[in-house]
């Protein structure tokens, strides 16, 4: 507080003595009979002059810093459409600085050469529609061919991939990513995002875990046994909150039954999946895998189908120069081919620590700038399998997929028989309509 | 058209105090309200932008200056809290694009001219000029007051997307702040409707004698189309930010699909936060426009007065306005073409985004040719007018790049992105404000401001913003994402990159730092000035267009007598026969003169 006290009071002075000598030069300059709004000759030069000084500066400064940070600063770029990419960059970046300099320099030069002079008029010149002409049409030339090259680039990097591609999936939550790999069958297994549970996760009461929400025959019956533990744990609390006249709060005891209403809805629909997927519901998730590193392989495309948990992210690799944003509620697709390997990069950058990063560039929460991922490109498909077989990569359903605590799981009665109808099951929706939900079934593309 | 502007209003009772420097209905008394809250605000803005950019440059260290304006709950031993930084981000975007430069531009600059230069006793309804003051104040407090609150301000970036900005789980200011934000912005669009209206209707039907639609000074029709604009956008930024509300607190799923916040599954279902990109930035993008317009329309008039030569290009420049105010419409989706978007539709934007180039291009050329064989005296509001249409070039030309989908794909988000908005939209609606208050100072407080001061004010600026946004260019081509409370994230993976990301950091922070300081100038001038400063003559720069013929000290009505007729256009400067290098509007043409 002290402390702020002393700035204040410094800034206080400092402004009382600021207007004392502006007091004294207004004072001089009404004696010498001089107006604000007359410019005097040698001070109007000076600024005409400091225009030029100005632009050399500006000019000068401008091609210390391309050279010296241009397009040098990102390493160049690692994947296919990222040449592209960089191709048209430097193409655009070309025209646009002739503008740049053609424009800023005529501005400053005019400004420079026609500074005020008694003895000359200003040259009567309102309109010419020759030269309006010229720089309505030269510009949208230049233009035509800046969105023909460009489209045609967009076109390549959103196009479909091609029928190789392995298709990946990259998962985005508040603050991290998840990879899952498709397997040998290039096909990813069904997911929802009812059926995402963590063992971490604050609310869940249980162990059930389910990272990516992927739908299996296990994995639909154990988030019904998990709710059905939570159901009844909250019963449980209702029942002593009812009974317990110290600490009772009618609002408390609203906000359980609301939830416990609300997890017997969510329940209801996660049963109606067990149908949706039929036999097949656990054939395209048998042999996917998850990861908290990405590997690929140089010079094999791959095609990412990008889902987000909670809120917006965005997927960017700046080697690859691809970015794409992660919506939840909807998938989004992006696809690479690397065509350096991470050691090739290392040697091209001089850099022996040198690693490419997938990082998050869509404002998603205090950590934000956190998130990120490690991202390496192999050159062959036995340094992929070794890495695959290593320690990171775990079988989505086997090795990912974990009962929730406190059922048998051997002797584990399909949940009807648990239905828990305290609350009344009257309120279930019953007419809900499935067809229209996100059970995903966009295994590839 | 013009039977209401010659009934003399016979305003020549006398006001109170309190009618007339608080609740007036004086367009001018209410143009300088508008004016003093934005510099007050700007100056908030500029601090909280000073604050980041301590952290960006030097992060994770201690700083004293950090701790002095956020004590110990947001700066814990001088380190800026990391959700804090995501707020002072926030509000510093939403206080400069809506308070600052819509709010404060507009509500200064057209409640001030628009009656002084169509020839207007006031404005349509002083009534609801008022009210869209004090609205417009009412929702700056709450912006302000956001700042205080526990849980810290709405974090979720000026642009607010859903679910981030939704759950109070996702993110701290998410909460109450975020309930603030939405309440401040629903009030400023009804001050921003109130005004905009009124700007219309006196443009249309409150002209003088004479004043056609085609003699109207650039700055009124900058401001008319502005508030077309406004008037069009505003509505849908409201609808969207009801919606927020309704899913806020009613459970509603407009812009929520599938999401799971804190563990918990929620059952909102069916939205989508791709619909809320398409209704924010339908506002969002002729927002950039309505900050961007009446800054051109000032400095047309500017140059023009001090290169004594008539603008280039009158109907070209009109034209060019009215197109880009239409094409401002369909060009939102360049701000979408990576979220998910039909890569088709992405295409489409890629097209009209770039017709937008050319109505752009026309303008920059007619200002460079205004100048070409002028005799131009160099005011500081004529040095801040060449600095608007440098920065407008610098930040035009980047725009280019980024309508170009291919390219955003890499460039998006990353301070590339910040650095073309800021030159193109921010130093160019600066420094078009700047040179109004510069310029139309006499006639605001019947003083002169300092000359001197005001140059030093513009080199200092103008050198110290280039120097705070052209390495930013630099640092988003490599890489360096938006909205980064820093960039630790390539230490472990890239670490040249990190090294020259964190070297120009510096250099930006040092410019921003030096810049901030030499608005104390201005600041200083001004006030000093509406006290002390040398006091006007009427028509101190020998302009043409009608506000110069009213007398220094204001009167209700605006004119003692009769309202003047208008002859001409307003660009007479140094035309050949003429005895003086300008003839304001209300000179008849002589015999034989061609209107121009
Ligand atoms: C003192 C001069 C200024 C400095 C140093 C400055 C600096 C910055 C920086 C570093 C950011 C953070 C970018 C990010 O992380 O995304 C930012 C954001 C922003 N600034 Fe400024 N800025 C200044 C003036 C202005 C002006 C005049 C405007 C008016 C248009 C403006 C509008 C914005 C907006 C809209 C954002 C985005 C906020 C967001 O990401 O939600 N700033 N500014
Ligand atoms: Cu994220
Ligand atoms: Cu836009």
Not at chain 2, 518 to 537: D, H, P
Request: hydrophobic content about 45%; charged content about 15%.
């Amino acid at each position: 507080m002290g402390m702020k006290f002393v700035v204040l009071v410094v800034i206080v002075l400092a402004v009382i003595a600021i207007a004392q000598i502006m007091r004294v030069y207004e004072l001089s300059s009404k004696i010498r009979g001089s107006r604000e709004e007359d410019i005097d000759l040698r001070v109007n030069n000076i600024n005409a002059s400091l225009m030029m000084v100005f632009l050399i500066i500006f000019f000068g400064s401008f091609l210390w810093m391309w050279s010296t940070y241009g397009n040098g600063m990102l390493p160049e770029p690692a994947s296919e459409v990222g040449v592209e990419i960089h191709w048209l960059f430097n193409v655009n970046w070309v025209i646009v600085i002739a503008i740049f300099f053609l424009t800023n320099g005529l501005l400053f030069v005019f400004a420079w050469k026609y500074s005020y002079h008694p003895d000359r008029k200003a040259h009567w010149f309102p309109h010419d529609n020759k030269l309006e002409m010229i720089w309505t049409v030269v510009p949208a030339a230049v233009l035509a061919v800046i969105i023909i090259l460009g489209l045609m680039t967009w076109n390549q990097a959103t196009g479909p991939a091609s029928d190789d591609a392995v298709v990946v999936e990259l998962y985005a939550k508040q603050f991290d990513w998840t990879v899952r790999y498709s397997g040998d069958d290039n096909k990813l297994g069904y997911a929802d995002y009812k059926l995402v549970g963590s063992a971490e996760d604050k609310n869940s009461g249980d162990s059930y875990a389910n990272p990516l929400g992927l739908v299996t025959d296990n994995s639909v019956r154990w988030r019904v046994l998990g709710l059905n533990n939570e159901i009844s744990a909250l019963d449980a609390n209702i029942r002593k909150e009812a009974n317990d006249s110290v600490a009772y709060s009618q609002a408390n005891l609203n906000k359980m039954i609301a939830k416990v209403e609300k997890l017997e809805r969510i329940r209801e629909r996660v049963l109606d999946m067990t149908g949706m997927f039929g036999d097949s519901i656990n054939s395209f998730a048998e042999d996917d895998f998850l990861t908290r590193e990405l590997c690929m392989i140089v010079d094999q495309e791959y095609f990412f189908v990008l889902r987000s948990r909670d809120v917006l992210h965005s997927a960017y690799f700046p080697h690859f120069r691809a970015q794409m944003n992660c919506v939840p509620g909807q998938r989004t697709s992006l696809k690479i081919k690397p065509i350096f390997t991470t050691a090739e990069m290392r040697k091209k950058v001089d850099n022996p620590d040198f690693n490419y990063v997938l990082m998050c560039n869509k404002i998603c929460g205090v950590s934000h700038s956190n998130m990120k991922m490690a991202v390496t490109v192999v050159e062959t498909q036995e340094e992929f399998d070794s890495w695959k077989n290593g320690p990171l990569a775990t079988n989505a359903i086997n090795d990912s997929i974990v009962a929730p605590a406190n059922i048998d799981t051997e002797r584990m009665e399909w949940p009807e028989a648990a239905h828990h109808d305290e609350h009344g099951d009257d309120h279930h929706d019953d007419d809900e309509n499935h067809e229209g939900e996100d059970h995903d079934d966009s295994h590839g593309h | 058209m013009s039977a209401a502007a010659h009934t003399d209003h016979g305003h020549h009772h006398k006001e109170s105090f309190i009618t007339k420097y608080i609740f007036s209905q004086d367009h001018k008394m209410i143009g300088k309200q508008f004016l003093i809250t934005a510099i007050f605000m700007a100056v908030v803005a500029v601090i909280l932008s000073v604050l980041f950019r301590i952290q960006l440059a030097w992060p994770g260290e201690s700083n004293s200056v950090l701790s002095f304006f956020l004590g110990d709950t947001w700066a814990p031993e001088g380190i800026l809290d990391r959700g804090m930084y995501l707020g002072l981000v926030t509000i510093h975007g939403t206080i400069m694009v809506f308070f600052v430069l819509t709010g404060g531009l507009s509500g200064t600059f057209s409640n001030l001219l628009i009656p002084l230069q169509c020839g207007a006793r006031d404005m349509a309804s002083g009534m609801l000029n008022m009210i869209s003051y004090w609205l417009f104040l009412l929702s700056s407090i709450l912006m302000l007051y956001s700042l205080f609150l526990e849980t810290g301000p709405a974090s979720a970036g000026w642009t607010v997307y859903p679910p981030l900005s939704v759950y109070e789980e996702a993110i701290p200011g998410s909460g109450a702040g975020m309930t603030m934000w939405l309440l401040s912005m629903t009030i400023f669009v009804a001050s921003s409707l109130l005004g905009s209206l009124n700007y219309i209707v006196t443009v249309l039907n409150l002209r003088t004698k004479g004043m056609k639609m085609t003699r109207l000074p650039l700055t009124i029709w900058a401001f008319f189309v502005t508030a077309v604009l406004g008037v069009l956008s505003f509505p849908v930024l409201v609808s969207a930010v009801v919606l927020m509300l309704m899913d806020r607190t009613l459970g509603t799923s407009f812009y929520v699909n599938d999401t799971i916040i804190a563990g918990e599954v929620l059952e909102q279902s069916g939205g989508s936060p791709v619909l809320f990109e398409h209704l924010f930035w339908f506002l969002g993008h002729p927002e950039v426009y309505i900050v961007l317009l009446p800054a051109l329309g000032l400095t047309s008039e500017i140059v023009s007065t001090n290169a004594r030569k008539p603008i280039f290009g009158y109907r070209a420049m009109i034209g060019s306005i009215l197109a880009i105010g239409f094409l401002s419409f369909i060009v939102w989706g360049h701000h979408m073409f990576i979220s998910g978007m039909n890569p088709f539709l992405g295409g489409v934007f890629v097209f009209t985004t770039l017709l937008i180039a050319i109505p752009s291009a026309i303008k920059v050329f007619n200002y460079i040719t205004t100048l070409w064989r002028g005799n131009i005296k160099y005011t500081p509001a004529m040095l801040f007018s060449i600095g608007l249409v440098s920065s407008f070039i610098t930040g035009g030309v980047t725009g280019i790049i980024l309508a170009d989908s291919a390219l955003d794909i890499a460039v998006h988000d990353t301070y590339f992105v910040v650095a073309h908005f800021h030159v193109v939209m921010g130093l160019s609606a600066i420094f078009g404000m700047f040179a109004g208050v510069y310029h139309w100072f006499p006639k605001m407080y019947g003083k002169m401001m300092n000359a001197k001061l005001g140059m030093v004010h513009f080199w200092l600026t103008l050198v110290s913003a280039y120097g705070v946004f052209f390495p930013m260019h630099f640092v988003g081509i490599g890489g360096a994402p938006r909205r980064y409370y820093d960039y630790s994230v390539y230490e472990g993976f890239d670490s040249n990159q990190f090294d020259m990301i964190m070297d120009l950091n510096v250099v930006i922070s040092i410019f921003a730092i030096i810049g901030a300081l030499a608005q104390a100038i201005f600041l200083f001038n001004f006030f000093y000035s509406t006290f002390k400063g040398q006091k006007a003559v009427q028509n101190p720069w020998k302009g043409n267009s009608l506000e110069w013929t009213t007398p220094v000290e204001h009167m209700h009505g605006n004119w003692p007598g009769e309202i003047p007729e208008v002859h001409r256009w307003p660009y007479d400067y140094s035309k050949p026969g003429a005895a003086e290098d300008y003839i304001p509007q209300t000179v008849p043409l002589a015999e034989g003169e061609e209107e121009h």
